[in-house]
T-cell receptor, first 110, second 109 residues
Framework: DGGITQSPKYLFRKEGQNVTLSCEQN?????MYWYRQDPGQGLRLIYY???????QKGDIAEGYSVSREKKESFPLTVTSAQKNPTAFYLC?????????FGPGTRLTVT | AQRVTQPEKLLSVFKGAPVELKCNYS??????LFWYVQYSRQRLQLLLR??SRESIKGFTADLNKGETSFHLKKPFAQEEDSAMYYC???????????FGEGTQLTVNP
């Protein structure tokens, strides 16, 4: 274990509030990713970053924002514009061919 | 557009029986295919990739370009194989993975 940390493990927010999920890695990887995991839908890519100060939208970027100011950090903000934010969020970083995943954050918005 | 399909959401077998988890893909170029596994209370992790052509924990997967499939097989399932399995595809640049919906495998004693 180790290498990628996500905090907190569980997060609760009221509807209409923005919330930021943390992702840190010490693997010295350039590329980092955010996925959303929903039952029966697999992992869907939200945003990814291949290098510091650069990031691209994934398949379901609407209602989310990211930043990549440091190589080690790739925080994800779930905005109030995200229509169905309650989900399990996974962060990953990539070596030459393998993605390494964090333990995930379960976000519940009520 | 690249797409990965895992037709079985749930798969249940008995210990010692053969198991096959199906994966089909669509991609216009030459993809790289992977199987990732998530055991209970553990992180998602790489199980195997088609380029390495190796067997991990008794599992193998052969890329069939004609049928655009990458099925995962094991001749004798064990209880510790119970997990969620995801098939994934990436382009040769490797910049992003596309995952299938996942198959929950249960191996019964």
């Amino acid at each position: 274990d180790g290498g990628i940390t996500q905090s907190p493990k569980y997060l609760f927010r009221k509807e209409g509030q923005n919330v930021t999920l943390s992702c840190e890695q010490n693997l010295n990887h350039d590329a980092m990713y955010w996925y959303r995991q929903d039952p029966g839908q697999g992992l869907r890519l939200i945003y990814y970053s291949q290098i510091v100060n650069d990031f691209q939208k994934g398949d379901i970027a609407e209602g989310y924002s990211v930043s990549r100011e440091k190589k080690e950090s790739f925080p994800l903000t779930v905005t109030s514009a995200q229509k169905n934010p309650t989900a399990f969020y996974l962060c990953a970083s990539r070596s030459s061919y393998e993605q390494y995943f964090g333990p995930g954050t379960r976000l519940t918005v009520t | 557009a690249q797409r990965v399909t895992q037709p079985e959401k749930l798969l249940s077998v008995f210990k010692g029986a053969p198991v096959e988890l199906k994966c089909n893909y669509s991609y216009s170029g030459s993809p790289e295919l992977f199987w990732y596994v998530q055991y209970s209370r553990q992180r998602l992790q790489l199980l195997l990739r088609h380029i390495s052509r190796e067997s991990i924990k008794g599992f193998t997967a052969d890329l069939n370009k004609g049928e655009t499939s990458f099925h995962l097989k094991k001749p004798f399932a064990q209880e510790e194989d119970s997990a969620m399995y995801y098939c994934a595809l990436t382009s040769t640049s490797g910049s992003r993975l596309t995952f299938g919906e996942g198959t929950q495998l249960t191996v019964n004693p």
